[in-house]
Each structure stands twice: as C-alpha cells, then as structure tokens.
C-alpha cells in the first residue's frame, strides 16, 4: 500500500499505516503512529499515504472544488503571490489587499467546501489533539513557484498544530526559527509525506524554496499539491 519503501519507512508503520488507512484510519492506531523524523520539532511521518491513495485524493479534491476553484491572490501590498489557491472547511484562508485572513466564503461567494474525511482521518492519526481542523488550505506549485519564509499566525490559539500534506512533485521545505533569520534546515518533501508543526514549530519560519518539476507523476499537468490543515479560531 505504501509507496517507496527502502531506509524511508519502517516495515512496522508501513503495516501500521496500510492498515490504517484501508479502514479509513480508524481507532487503534494513532497511538503506535511516530514521525520518521522530526527537525526543529517539524515532525515528519515520510512515505505517509500510498500512492493510490494519492491518486484518489486528488480526484476527490478536484471534484470537490470544481466550483471554489484556485485563485492567484495578491498580498495585502498588491504583490501577486506565486501559489494558487483554495480552501476547503468552515473556514478558508484568503489574502487580498484588505489583508491575510480567514473567510467562510470563497471568493466567488460560495462556501468553502467540507473537509473529506479522507483529510480529517490524517489529521486524526497524526496530530495528537481531539478538535478537528476547521480549514484545509490548498495550496498548487506550478513550477518555478516557492513560497517565502513564514510564520502561521493568523489563527486564534497556537496550542493546537498545524498539519500539512505533500502530493505530487518534490519541495525543498526550509525550516527555520521563531524569529526571521538565523539557522535554517531544509529537506526534500516527497509525494505522500506529512508534516506535523506543533509545539515549538507551531510558529516557526517556514517555506518552499523550489519544486523539482516533472519529478512525480501524480497530477496531470505536473507541479505540487500542498494541504495545510489548521484550527482556527
Ligand atoms: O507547501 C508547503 O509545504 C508549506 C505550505 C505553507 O507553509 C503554508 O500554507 O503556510
């Protein structure tokens, strides 16, 4: 069920994961689930979802926002940013030039749609808290894209932690401190990894210097698929 294999996974979580994941993730194995790695307090669970997992998410997702599709927006000072968008949840993450916020609507005026529970079962299996998320940002990679160094704080409490989901080609995610500057450390995010940011790394710097184009074939039309799961108010 799981993609890879090799030094990246565990024979145990694979069993653990394949299992879970069949059965929609169910009780039982939350627990037992670690991250394969953890940087900086990042927790990273590499090799998480199965390639045909992978796929039927991403077709989910493009039915799902069929009509609340991705959108280039601007920053609050009117620079365009290089990802498009979208949002999934009671609440979606929006920038324009009234600033960074959450909105229950699309843009276009219609309601965000709702987290599959495909999506809430990762949430579930890997972060540790009971409240479910009430926002899945989308966030596409098109190539020659990257998203700069920062922080996750427009949610009301940083107690609860941020997840986020990697699907198609590879990013070099660049983890960094509370403070701009200083120290950073990258890795190579593949298809199927997840990334936990909680505790300390709730709010560290954090960003996507490149993607390597072409490097998965996992959506159509190339590039990179992000989900960034987060409670909100
Ligand atoms: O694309 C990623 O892996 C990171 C996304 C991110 O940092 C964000 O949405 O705040």
Redesign the pocket.
């Known amino acids: 069920m799981l993609q890879g294999g090799g030094p990246r996974e565990s024979a145990e979580m694979t069993h653990k994961m394949s299992i879970s994941l069949e059965r929609g993730i169910c009780c039982g194995f939350y627990g037992a689930m670690t991250p394969n790695l953890t940087i900086r307090g990042f927790e990273i669970y590499e090799g998480f979802l199965a390639s045909g997992d992978q796929q039927t998410l991403v077709e989910e997702l493009r039915a799902l926002t069929a009509a609340t599709p991705m959108v280039q927006p601007v920053t609050p000072s009117g620079k365009k940013m290089s990802v498009r968008m979208t949002s999934l949840g009671s609440k979606g993450w929006i920038t324009d030039r009234s600033g960074y916020r959450y909105e229950a609507q699309h843009p276009n005026g219609l309601d965000w749609p709702a987290i599959p529970d495909s999506i809430l079962s990762i949430w579930r299996a890997v972060s540790g808290v009971d409240r479910l998320p009430d926002c899945c940002?989308m966030?596409y990679?098109a190539e020659a894209t990257r998203?700069g160094m920062?922080q996750?704080k427009d949610e009301a409490n940083f107690d609860w932690p941020?997840v986020?989901v990697?699907l198609g080609d590879e990013?070099l995610?660049r983890m960094g401190n509370d403070t701009r500057g200083g120290k950073t450390d990258s890795i190579w995010?593949r298809s199927g990894d997840v990334?936990v940011m909680g505790g300390s790394a709730r709010l560290a710097y954090?960003?996507?210097d490149r993607i390597k184009f072409g490097s998965s074939p996992l959506l159509a039309k190339g590039g990179?698929l992000?989900l960034?799961l987060r409670v909100v108010d």
């Open positions: 940002l966030n990679y998203m920062h996750d941020a986020s990697s990013a995610f995010l990334v954090h960003g996507i990179r992000n960034t």
